[in-house]
């Protein structure tokens, strides 16, 4: 069984793969059993759960309402639900962040996806009553995928006038552009996709509008230069010349600062040629997963641990593992929130599963000869989320 996240939301999912479209687009959700489940009751057993102020935002007459005027002062977290249903009544906009992390479904589908695409892939949502409009017209600087799960709302979108922004370059400037506009309308089930830089904004229908938006961050070779730029942060002896001053005063005299630079760009290449293609390529993953801030992972309680035996069936969850190493014997797990070293055989059964997307399980007995062994490391692959007990079929 391919049991493909990305597949769920799309039907070419190798084209989303490789090259993600350029132009915006609207289609039908192939597997809307996810988007059904998230509705307006979803959104306020979340408010009455007194969710962290830092997740939700209000966003009135294109301001941000300050979170003071809706969170429990006493308390240091939770927004107040009577107080954002009031803005919602007068028609503002309300955006919950991080969906991932607090509406659970939601989480193991992003952690699914975010492996699928090796880029971590979080949600939010947008509420927004019937006729207001949500957000000011913006681009994102990751594209997005937008699913409509409840009501309906009208987009008008205008092409980039920063082409391929980068993290760091955040739309300054709001409001409609000048030029060409599109326009696409969302019922429930529906999906649009909005590569970064586009500009965007929405107006709900006669009936209010509920979606969710994946952000799908992208890998860029600026992105991989970067790296490689924190990696002459290294102990390495060969890099220790980037360490050196350059003498105070220097800018005053322009043909000290180009013979600087000169130097600079030959020593740059040098040091790019001294840098080997594989450590390189460890040390961007590694790079990657730290900033991931932790996949969304099933932890084993310990009742359910304690239950760990030799014959247990257990399944492994390939979608907590961001990158897999090999030392010898051992296989190394990278998980987001640190590496973890098990032997060689449950690295290769992972990038297996990944590779196929079957669903394989197998008794505990099977990891190591000594039965000891054997449980110890089932327990510390299900404690740490890596594998769950196998559903009886
Ligand atoms: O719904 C809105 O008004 C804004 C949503 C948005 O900008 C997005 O989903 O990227
Ligand atoms: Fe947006």
Not at 187 to 214: C, K, N
Not at 282 to 305: C, D, T
Not at 348 to 363: D, F, K, L, P
Request: charged share 25%; proline share 5%; hydrophobic share 40%.
């Amino acid at each position: 069984m391919n049991s493909s996240a990305l597949a769920r939301l799309v039907s070419e999912t190798g084209e989303f793969l490789t090259a993600p479209p350029e132009q915006p687009f609207s289609w039908k959700i192939p597997d809307a059993s996810l988007l059904s489940k998230f509705s307006l009751r979803s959104i306020d057993g979340l408010l009455q759960s007194g969710l962290d102020e830092n997740l939700v935002r209000i966003i009135y007459k294109n301001g941000r309402v300050a979170k003071s005027s809706y969170a429990n002062r006493a308390s240091s977290h939770g927004v107040l639900a009577e107080e954002v249903s009031r803005y919602l009544q007068r028609g503002a906009t309300l955006v919950i962040d991080e969906l991932a992390r607090i509406w659970a479904p939601l989480g193991d589908f992003c952690r699914r996806l975010s492996s699928e695409l090796s880029v971590p892939v979080d949600a939010t949502s947008f509420l927004t009553p019937a006729g207001k409009w949500g957000l000011d017209f913006h681009y994102d600087v990751h594209s997005v995928l937008l699913m409509q799960t409840s009501g309906s709302k009208r987009w008008r979108l205008q092409p980039p006038s920063v082409k391929n922004p980068l993290p760091s370059q955040v739309c300054k400037k709001h409001g409609q552009q000048e030029g060409e506009v599109m326009e696409f309308i969302l019922r429930e089930g529906d999906a649009l996709w909005i590569p970064r830089g586009w500009y965007h904004a929405g107006v709900a229908t006669e009936e209010h509008s509920l979606h969710v938006t994946f952000w799908f961050p992208h890998l860029t070779r600026y992105w991989i230069a970067q790296q490689i730029l924190k990696g002459f942060e290294l102990e390495a002896d060969e890099l220790l010349p980037m360490r050196d001053d350059i003498f105070w005063g220097v800018g005053f005299d322009p043909s000290a600062v180009e013979k600087v630079i000169r130097n600079f760009k030959n020593e740059f290449a040098d040091h790019l040629r001294l840098l080997k293609d594989s450590d390189l390529t460890n040390e961007i993953w590694r790079s990657r997963m730290s900033e991931f801030g932790g996949p969304h992972r099933k932890y084993a309680a310990s009742s359910v641990l304690e239950k760990v035996d030799v014959d247990t069936q257990l399944q492994l969850l390939p979608e907590a593992v961001l990158h897999i190493e090999y030392e010898k014997g051992d296989s190394l797990l990278y998980t987001g929130e640190g590496e973890l070293r098990f032997p060689r055989k449950i690295g290769e059964m992972i990038a297996r599963m990944r590779a196929t997307g079957a669903q394989i399980s197998w008794a505990v007995k099977d990891l190591d000869d000594r039965e000891m062994d054997a449980i110890k490391t089932a327990k510390i692959l299900m404690q740490f989320g890596l594998a769950e007990i196998a559903e009886e079929s």
